[in-house]
């Protein structure tokens, strides 16, 4: 099953969506990586490093970022890890891609039917 | 010659130059961003000082642990940037003999790999803005190059990136509202700059 | 100048966002109305109502919603409000939106410029 | 007749029910949502109880503040919905007299305010698929509706709205997956119906 890593500025804001995330897809390796090393603001290359490590049950990972330092640091991470082929960033909305990400993944979708799952949480109108 | 010892000198003085300069990086990221540069660079230099291979005389393995505390202890966009700058111009410079022409080849390969890890290029305001132009006037000087010819180009290149409109990072939400204010991460390479002068310049005089 | 409004489901999401917006533009009115009155996973008409009026300094409101029931309990707010019209839930990825709005909403946009400039956060790309 | 104390005891038939039913709500809205939905409507059914006026006479203000306990005390989709419902309802029942048929203009403009909430339609495979046909029902039967028209008709649409495929809320990521899986929203609506039924039953008796 793929799994997902969340990178966020805020360490609130990944820990309550990785709350939210497990609420609807238990089964799903979804890790926290959002703040950085000290819990601050901010992000952090190893803490997603370890957390895509982590996250990895053979079959992928996914990695939903905020924004700014959290895409250069994830594209960090993935550089200092072996099996780079295996982790993709999605171009995807933080919240809602990885609410899609997940459901994709606990359904057993591959990595890129996950991936193509978040970046079209883009286009899901909330207000008509 | 560009010595390890050099290369350790140019951190401890750029920490120093970072640190005295705190309240003015953190007031220009205000102005454009979230305000936290000066903390950032400040840690992220006090690391990389307290870090430092002290033992080695490869001034490549000093400029790579360098960039690795940066990278670690940088929560901001400058953690990544200014960590892939030393990390790829510290594993581009081998062995003991570095001469100041291999210091601006390892420095390209950085600022490079900067460009790629930012999506940035010239003009977008950023540090790039500062530290291309004066890779540049390394490669042309080679080993010729004088303390003096860095600071001028530096000053000259920190003078037109506050002009430019902001591209990348959070300052691009400011669009033509960012011209005329100093981009936060050119003034801190600017510091790194001057703090390399004037370990050249000591170097001259020894 | 015009205020926000950010209703997620988790309480620790909208918490977080509102610390980060708070940095990048401290001058903007920016209240967190995400949760349930409890303070558990979900969201509230009534709190959302009653941020709604906190932050409205007379140029409007944006809000920003996640998904499902923020959507609807913003908008059983907005018919709870009197001045509706100076009202808008923004059709935006909620932090993406959210840090957009907040950016614009500091320059004293107006509020059709805050909503727009939310939405089109949509299309700025993450990755290559 | 549909009186102030008949609109009473349903609402504290069907906290009962939705009590009694927690858990099979509570694994429905598991199977294809977050699993909230049995705590949300046991929560909100309490408060519902606890706060329904029991000095009026008027049936309408007594829906209308179960509608208003349900919204604020219910945090998930289902929330808005039934307070939706019930609102619209209790605002369309004036006075004190009030007949079958009154009751089924009543909820008719509930559940329409209701689709507009959720901007739902039907075979969407939501509370809207269970509540719209008993609906239907009600007006066409008027005063001469009974009890097991309410039951037999809600019992039909349950089977209906399980072989759906869900178009709206949690359920919609399962796309075809959902199909064959009750809802749990049309679960907990069956229980309100049931109730309902079982309070006519008993004033069709005294
Ligand atoms: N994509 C980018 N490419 C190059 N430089 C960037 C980029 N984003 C930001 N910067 C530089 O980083 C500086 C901000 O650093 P810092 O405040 O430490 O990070 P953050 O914006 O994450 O808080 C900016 O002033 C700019 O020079
Ligand atoms: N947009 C909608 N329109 C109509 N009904 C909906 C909608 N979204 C959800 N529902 C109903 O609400 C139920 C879920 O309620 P609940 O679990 O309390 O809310 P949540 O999904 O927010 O956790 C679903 O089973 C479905 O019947
Ligand atoms: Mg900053
Ligand atoms: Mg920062
Ligand atoms: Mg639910
Ligand atoms: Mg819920």
Same mark, same amino acid.
């Given at each position: 099953m793929v799994g997902l890593? $969340?990178?966020?500025?805020?360490?609130?804001?990944?820990?309550? $969506?990785?709350?939210?995330l497990d609420e609807a897809q238990p089964k799903?390796?979804? $890790?926290? #990586?959002?703040?950085?090393?000290?819990?601050? *603001?901010?992000?952090?290359? *190893?803490?997603?490093?370890? #957390?895509?490590?982590? #996250?990895?049950?053979?079959?992928?990972?996914?990695? $939903?970022?905020?924004?700014?330092?959290?895409? *250069?640091?994830?594209?960090?991470?993935?550089?200092?890890?072996?099996?780079?082929?295996?982790?993709?960033? #999605?171009?995807?909305?933080f919240i809602e891609g990885a609410y899609s990400a997940v459901m994709e993944a606990g359904f057993g979708k591959s990595l890129d039917d996950v991936v193509e799952s978040a970046v079209q949480a883009k286009d899901t109108k909330k207000v008509q | 010659m560009f010595t390890a010892e050099m290369a350790r000198q140019w951190i401890k003085e750029s920490a120093k130059k970072i640190e005295s300069h705190k309240e003015q990086l953190t007031d220009l990221d205000q102005a454009l961003g979230d305000g936290d540069h000066g903390l950032n660079m400040t840690r992220g230099f006090k690391a990389a000082v307290e870090q430092l291979p002290e033992e080695t005389d490869e001034p490549g393995k000093v400029l790579k642990t360098v960039g690795t505390s940066l990278l670690s202890k940088i929560g901001g966009a400058s953690g990544p940037l200014y960590g892939t700058?030393?990390?790829?111009?510290? /594993? +581009?410079?081998?062995?003991?003999?570095? +001469?100041? /022409?291999?210091? /601006?080849s390892g420095l390209r390969v950085g600022v490079e790999g900067m460009k790629k890890r930012g999506k940035a290029e010239r003009e977008e305001k950023t540090m790039i803005d500062l530290l291309e132009p004066?890779?540049?006037?390394?490669e042309e000087k080679g080993n010729e190059l004088t303390a003096d010819q860095l600071i001028d180009k530096a000053k000259e290149a920190l003078e037109h990136v506050k002009e430019y409109e902001a591209k990348k990072g959070r300052a691009a939400y400011y669009k033509e509202k960012s011209k005329g204010k100093q981009d936060a991460g050119a003034q801190s390479s600017y510091y790194l700059i001057e703090s390399l002068a004037s370990v050249l310049e000591m170097d001259g005089e020894a």
């Open positions: 890593v $969340l990178v966020s500025h805020s360490p609130d804001i990944s820990k309550g $969506l990785k709350k939210m799903v390796t979804v $890790l926290d #990586a959002g703040g950085t090393d000290e819990g601050e *603001m901010g992000t952090s290359a *190893m803490k997603i490093q370890t #957390a895509i490590e982590k #996250a990895d049950n053979g079959d992928g990972v996914v990695i $939903l970022v905020d924004f700014g330092s959290s895409v *250069m640091n994830a594209e960090m991470a993935i550089d200092f890890i072996e099996d780079a082929h295996s982790v993709k960033i #999605a171009d995807a909305p | 700058l030393f990390m790829k111009a510290g /594993s +581009q410079l081998e062995g003991t003999t570095v +001469q100041l /022409s291999d210091l /601006s004066v890779i540049e006037i390394m």
